[in-house]
């Protein structure tokens, strides 16, 4: 993964987050009254996420969870949304291009959030793209014992392209790549995780 394909993901995001009110007033002083947002009845945003969504592997003592993925919920969606995406990423693991634990996209947009443990397994709903840890679903985070914890960050980004448009298995450029002129809008849900 080279710098430039991490930077222009990073740009693409950063250009969706700017898209990311769903509501503005009238007029020329326009006052925003509704966001675009993400959140899980799990967790707080920036609050440490429970053990049981952390990732699962016996041979790595570091992966202590049960790798159930978290209930996710969606409200303000930007006008015209047609399906969403998810980046589930560990920013500072394997430094300096981090880690990505999950990557969804293709929900439909008649989905208004996921059901615990929902994504912990392949999907009918939706396709997952190719994650660092080369699974087939969610994978929770898996820090190094002793590490300060790590932000996982959930983002949700809505799209103007129907479900079924992308190809299955895309990477993390890939996808941004794909969706580059067809994000509507995004927004985030940070975790933390810690032995």
């Given at each position: 993964?080279?710098?430039?394909?991490?930077?222009?993901?990073?740009?693409?995001?950063?250009?969706?987050?700017?898209?990311?009110?769903?509501?503005?007033?009238?007029?020329?002083?326009a006052?925003?009254?509704?966001?675009?947002d993400?959140?899980?009845?799990?967790?707080?945003?920036?609050?440490?996420?429970?053990?049981?969504f952390?990732?699962?592997?016996?041979?790595?003592?570091?992966?202590?969870?049960?790798?159930?993925?978290?209930?996710?919920?969606?409200?303000?969606?930007?006008?015209?949304?047609?399906?969403?995406?998810?980046?589930?990423?560990?920013?500072?693991?394997?430094?300096?291009?981090?880690?990505?634990?999950?990557?969804?996209?293709?929900?439909?947009?008649?989905?208004?959030?996921?059901k615990?443990?929902?994504?912990?397994a392949?999907?009918?709903?939706?396709?997952?793209?190719?994650?660092?840890?080369?699974?087939?679903?969610?994978?929770?985070p898996?820090?190094?014992?002793?590490?300060?914890?790590?932000?996982?960050?959930?983002?949700?980004?809505?799209?103007?392209?129907?479900?079924?448009?992308?190809?299955a298995?895309?990477?993390?450029?890939?996808?941004?790549?794909?969706?580059?002129?067809?994000?509507?809008?995004?927004?985030g849900?940070?975790s933390?995780?810690?032995?």
């Open positions: 993964m080279s710098q430039v394909s991490l930077d222009k993901f990073a740009v693409v995001v950063a250009l969706a987050a700017s898209c990311s009110i769903a509501t503005a007033g009238s007029g020329a002083a006052v925003m009254t509704k966001y675009f993400l959140s899980s009845p799990a967790f707080r945003d920036g609050a440490m996420l429970p053990k049981k952390a990732g699962a592997n016996p041979a790595n003592k570091n992966c202590d969870g049960q790798n159930v993925s978290p209930a996710l919920k969606w409200s303000n969606v930007p006008n015209g949304t047609k399906s969403f995406a998810i980046v589930f990423q560990d920013t500072t693991g394997r430094a300096p291009l981090g880690v990505v634990h999950w990557l969804a996209y293709d929900i439909p947009a008649t989905k208004a959030g996921l615990e443990g929902e994504a912990s392949p999907s009918s709903e939706f396709k997952v793209g190719k994650s660092t840890v080369n699974q087939p679903a969610y994978f929770g898996c820090p190094p014992i002793g590490d300060k914890p790590h932000p996982y960050i959930f983002t949700l980004i809505a799209t103007d392209l129907a479900p079924g448009t992308l190809n298995g895309m990477t993390r450029e890939e996808l941004a790549a794909a969706l580059n002129g067809h994000i509507l809008g995004a927004t849900l940070i933390r995780y810690g032995h």
